[in-house]
């Protein structure tokens, strides 16, 4: 392992790392060998090569991490170049990881970026658990949560209950709109995670349908009544076509409907713009801001790398609308989190509801998305599948019997699986 | 965004459209062409200057110009990601121009290789053609010289530093102007206490008795708490209008309003929503609340530009159209109607009419404002263009003015004050980092080094030296009695940063710096008034007006 690089380039990480202070991490021990442990073993895998992970490449290669791994499942498009700047106008149509990797891997010398150009859930327990840190710099709150259940699910329990820290693989989670952003640091077993304080999150915008089909009033009201009313109607561009944001044609043939629509009830104020920002979800995003937030997080990464200095504790908001605004607060665990806390959930439900009810009740009160399978054991103790969407033929006509029928009895324990979650989750049955 | 300017097709190009989507969701067509007209000076490609450049170069500013006469070191390779080993001994501010300039080949770049001050003293016309100037890694006294320059040029500057954990910006600028502040929260501006008589006439025309429980159900709820206001000042007398301690009865008014919504009577209809009513009763809240002229808006009518305005005075278009502003105040006693509506519970036609109602009565406003900054220009001067004007009116309530102390006021008369409460506040203060920045600048001017910027072993020895530094400071700055209580921690933490530039420190504050620089040329959102200091370590943001 040639990692003796050390050239006088990382005099000043070292300056940081080596050198003892008043306002050192309690944990920090002085040495010379502190950098060369931490190139030699600290492996970090940053989640997302997009707007925040371009930078967080840049930072931590230069903050002096080389072996650095990236996950995107995604290729690079024109909107991506205004602030992922590892990428050019040539690129457009290639996988972001690997672009990224390739130009970090260019620049800087020593350095080790490998790309993985896939999804998250196409890796198991096994490769994460390889990792020394996680960062992420994702822009969905379902992948966040994935990634979050996978790390929390590493973590092992002593006999007593306690966290064996050795198991903990610190994740820092990065995340930008606009001219906000924010920056957290999760010791999965310790401090809160994703799912304790999934209520920071606000909720998605969705308009009312019968707002939508009958009395619109805005230019957005328009536009949604083009996307789910009258597209699966027209089907413009074939029976199994369906809506393609990235596609103009799509956008152009949605814009020109969506004019018609809201030229019949005098409402201004449809653009282009506004269509493709509707039909896509876009979230305006800036070089600046992402900067910000990217370096926070590698800043994180260092300190926890080098106990250099303390690490967040826990959660920084930050805002450049108005002046320059940040702070940083203490984020609380939830002590019944579906996915920290170790105690198992309860739900309560009437056992004359259907199985297809309490899928969809399950869905709004623990926030599962999708649930893809649901089992159970039986008093055998073997395991029974209830529902699984891969069977749907085969499983569907459970989802009509009550869980009375099922043979559900009260205090059973139901096993889950949705997006959310790498691994199924467990509730408990609690009739009312 | 507000509506009719932003109708008309962009006036940039489909690939930037492309490129730039993101962002022009954000500053608009209008915010980006005053960015691509712009042209930024960095003072030292330092890793904080030139990320600076690459979060202004990524979203397309104009140009740019580096003054740089340094070499390349180790150091430098260590922290800058737009060098590379080859660059080693040769000018940096040559060297990192390629990789920059890659990043977008929509922006031209040059650079100087001469020394700051040579430029200051012979061609200080060279700094003219920038929109602002940010400054890195430069002496206090390069400052000095470059802020008396540029102070009397009028031109923005942007000093941006960072060592160790800590980052520091300073913004100065005399006078900045913000039409489009873009508030986060911004009040509806309904006019509940005060409808137009068009609106008054339209809501008086309407009969909610006369209604099926369909109609009654869509009635936009600014139409049920104007009818609940007309209730009231039946019963209170027609000057009486319902203040927050009337919440509750007023609330009642609404409630019995609902309560004449009466199942059809065939029966058929469902028992109709009463959502409009429910948006009424949540809406009494923020109703109430008196219309007012926002303290900000107060002050930039009263300021000193319009008192009197000097119309043959190089004086921008804002304060031309304040003085109008002004003049609109006086005889109305409010602002010119925002003109828009937030969404609301209603049937189409009738949410529209209002919409229109509100559009056309803003529209008066706009006419009257501009007449009134047409009489008091002389006609050589051509007025503000009318879609200035709109976007003017329609941010009344948002006007904002920026003006940032001189760095000459804060080395003559230090805001002591601030500094001495700031101190006796908390002894973790940030306000301490901003004093031992000072400090460590006194010691680079008197040791040509900056403290701890030497071997391993030898760090602490500069504790001493920099302890007086920060006492020399907190003299100058009459807060002598609290030198004994300064923290020492801070000074031994300073010590061991050596003057060390850790890239991800370097990289935040840099983004937040060219927010500031694309905020003073776009005119939108609001810069900083005037200091900002990072902690990296508590991940935290102080500003400071000094």
Request: hydrophobic share 35%; aromatic share 8%; net charge negative.
């Amino acid at each position: 392992m040639a990692t003796r690089d050390h050239g006088r380039r990382w005099n000043d990480v070292r300056k940081l790392c080596e050198r003892s202070g008043p306002m050192t991490h309690p944990d920090f021990v002085e040495s010379d060998e502190t950098l060369s442990l931490m190139r030699d073993h600290v492996r970090v895998l940053v989640v997302g090569s997009g707007g925040l992970g371009c930078e967080l490449l840049k930072n931590l290669a230069l903050n002096g991490f080389r072996d650095i791994h990236v996950i995107d499942m995604d290729t690079i498009e024109f909107s991506n170049l205004n602030r992922q700047f590892l990428f050019r106008a040539a690129d457009v149509g290639k996988p972001k990881a690997e672009t990224a990797a390739a130009f970090v891997n260019s620049r800087i010398n020593g350095v080790k970026v490998t790309p993985h150009y896939c999804k998250i859930q196409d890796f198991d327990a096994e490769f994460y658990a390889n990792f020394q840190i996680i960062i992420c710099g994702l822009d969905s709150i379902v992948a966040r949560r994935w990634i979050n259940n996978m790390v929390c699910s590493l973590v092992n329990y002593e006999d007593e209950g306690n966290v064996d820290s050795s198991t903990i693989i610190p994740l820092i989670d990065g995340g930008t709109e606009g001219f906000k952003g924010n920056c957290r640091v999760i010791l999965p077993g310790l401090t809160p995670c994703i799912e304790c304080t999934l209520d920071l999150y606000p909720p998605q915008v969705n308009y009312p349908l019968c707002t939508i089909a009958h009395t619109p009033r805005l230019p957005e009201h328009c536009i949604e009544y083009v996307r789910i009313l009258l597209w699966p109607q027209e089907l413009p561009f074939g029976d199994k076509t369906s809506i393609d944001g990235d596609d103009p044609q799509h956008i152009t043939w949605i814009f020109n409907k969506s004019v018609e629509r809201a030229t019949e009830y005098s409402i201004q104020g449809v653009t282009y713009r506004l269509v493709q920002g509707v039909i896509k979800h876009i979230v305006p995003a800036v070089a600046s801001t992402n900067a910000v937030i990217a370096a926070q997080c590698a800043t994180e990464a260092l300190k926890i790398a080098t106990c250099a200095a303390k690490p967040l504790n826990n959660y920084m908001v930050f805002n450049h609308t108005d002046g320059v605004y940040s702070y940083a607060f203490e984020a609380e665990r939830n002590p019944n989190c579906l996915t920290c806390s170790r105690t198992v959930t309860k739900v309560s439900m009437e056992s004359c509801q259907t199985l297809q009810y309490f899928m969809e009740h399950l869905e709004s009160l623990i926030n599962l998305r999708n649930i893809k399978a649901i089992t159970t054991t039986n008093c055998q103790g073997s395991n029974v599948t209830l529902y699984m969407q891969h069977l749907h033929e085969q499983t569907k006509t459970n989802l009509q019997l009550t869980l009375m029928e099922l043979k559900l009895i009260n205090g059973q324990h139901v096993n889950l699986m949705d997006d959310t979650n790498p691994d199924l989750i467990t509730v408990q049955l609690s009739f009312i | 965004m507000s509506d009719s300017i932003e109708n008309s097709p962009s006036p940039l190009s489909v690939e930037k459209n492309r490129k730039y989507d993101r962002q022009l969701r954000l500053w608009g067509d209008h915010g980006q062409m005053r960015l691509e007209c712009a042209s930024v000076c960095l003072i030292n490609a330092t890793a904080v200057g030139t990320e600076i450049l690459k979060n202004l170069i990524l979203p397309g500013i104009g140009s740019f110009c580096i003054v740089d006469s340094s070499m390349v070191t180790d150091d430098d390779l260590g922290c800058n990601f737009f060098l590379d080993k080859e660059s080693l001994k040769l000018n940096r501010g040559k060297s990192v121009m390629r990789y920059l300039l890659e990043m977008n080949e929509e922006v031209t770049g040059s650079c100087e290789t001469g020394p700051l001050e040579s430029l200051i003293a012979e061609t200080p016309k060279f700094f003219r053609t920038f929109k602002i100037v940010v400054a890195t890694g430069i002496t206090d006294r390069e400052l000095q010289l470059l802020s008396a320059l540029l102070w009397g040029y009028n031109i923005p500057l942007l000093v941006v530093d960072c060592c160790g954990f800590i980052g520091y910006i300073r913004l100065v600028t005399e006078e900045h102007t913000v039409i489009e502040s873009h508030p986060d929260n911004a009040i509806d501006d309904l006019r509940i206490d005060s409808p137009f008589p068009e609106l008054q006439e339209h809501v008086d025309n309407l009969d909610l008795r006369a209604m099926s429980s369909s109609e009654l159900g869509h009635v936009p709820y600014l139409v049920i708490l104007l009818k609940a206001v007309s209730v009231w000042k039946e019963n209170h007398g027609m000057e009486s209008f319902p203040r927050m301690k009337d919440k509750q009865q007023f609330k009642s008014i609404i409630k019995l309003m609902m309560d004449n919504i009466k199942p059809t009577l065939n029966g058929n209809e469902n028992s109709p929503e009463k959502e409009n009513f429910e948006e009424a009763l949540k809406a009494v809240n923020t109703a109430l609340v008196p219309t007012k002229i926002p303290n900000e808006v107060m002050e930039i009518l009263n300021d000193h530009k319009v008192n009197p305005l000097d119309v043959n005075a190089k004086v921008d278009d804002f304060w031309l159209m304040v003085y109008g502003l002004g003049q609109f105040v006086r005889r109305h006693g409010c602002l010119p109607l925002r003109g828009s509506l937030p969404d609301m519970f209603s049937d189409s036609r009738s949410y529209i009419q209002l919409q229109q109602l509100y559009r056309k009565e803003a529209g008066r406003h706009i006419n009257e404002i501009g007449s009134a900054v047409g009489d008091l220009l002389p006609s050589s001067r051509p007025g503000p263009q009318s879609s200035s004007l709109q976007l003017f009116c329609r941010n009344a309530a948002f006007l904002r003015v920026v003006r940032c102390r001189s760095i000459q006021e804060e080395t003559d008369s230090p805001n002591c004050q601030l500094i001495r409460y700031e101190l006796n506040q908390s002894i973790d203060s940030s306000i301490n980092w901003y004093i031992i920045y000072l400090a460590a600048n006194r010691f680079y001017a008197e040791y040509s080094r900056y403290p701890g910027d030497c071997a391993n072993g030898s760090y602490e020895s500069d504790v001493s030296p920099l302890r007086s530094a920060v006492r020399s400071v907190l003299s100058a700055l009459q807060c002598s009695t609290v030198a004994n209580s300064f923290p020492d921690d801070y000074i031994h933490e300073w010590c061991r940063y050596g003057n060390s530039k850790l890239h991800s420190v370097a990289s935040f504050i840099a983004g937040t710096a060219a927010q500031e620089v694309i905020k003073i040329v776009t005119h939108q959102f609001v810069p900083l008034n005037n200091t900002l200091i990072y902690n990296a370590i508590t991940a935290s943001i102080d500003v400071y007006q000094l």
